[in-house]
């Protein structure tokens, strides 16, 4: 007889198993979050570590501590990037409105991550609306929120965000 492994339950071929199973997704984080935990748990060390993917648009500043690794050279540095913060408790990923490639590098490293870690709790966050939303929510204290800021790069748009 078969004995009952993981797959044990599973109807045929274990078709109904794998529609159970969600598909695993980063955690949305929200800037204010984001600042709350950085104000708690300070701006980026072994717990909290920010990873910045946009390219040349990453002139003119950036959030505090957050490494910038340019979408383009992502796949190269991934498993770098995994075995280093495998058990960092977060690692949040932003490019200019975290829209295509934050998103793309987030999914990219927690599929990664879960090759690896298979039993581990999965660290790969997404901040919402990127670096525009980031900066237009404290352009007013840049110098807490932002690095390396040059406000000539912006411009206020005719929604009063910030567009580079």
């Known amino acids: 007889s078969m004995a009952g492994g993981a797959g044990g339950g599973a109807g045929k071929g274990g078709f109904s198993l794998a529609i159970a199973i969600p598909t695993e997704a980063p ?50 540095h991934l498993d770098t990037l995994v075995s280093k913060h495998a058990t960092a408790k977060r690692v949040v990923f932003y490019c200019m409105y975290s829209e ?43 110098k807490d929120h932002v690095d390396e800021y040059d406000a000539s790069v912006w411009v206020l748009d005719t929604f009063g965000h910030l567009v580079h």
């Open 27 to 76: 955690v949305k984080l929200e800037v204010e979050e984001l600042a709350k935990i950085m104000d708690e748990e300070g701006k980026s060390g072994d717990d909290l570590v920010i990873i910045d993917v946009r390219g040349s648009d990453y002139k003119g500043g950036h959030i505090p501590g957050a490494k910038n690794v340019p979408y383009d050279d992502f796949s190269k």
């Open 100 to 142: 295509q490639r934050g998103p793309a590098c987030a999914n990219q490293f927690l599929t990664r991550f879960r090759e690896l870690n298979p039993d581990a709790d999965a660290n790969s966050f997404l901040l919402l609306g990127g670096f525009a939303k980031w900066l237009t929510a404290y352009k007013d204290s840049p």
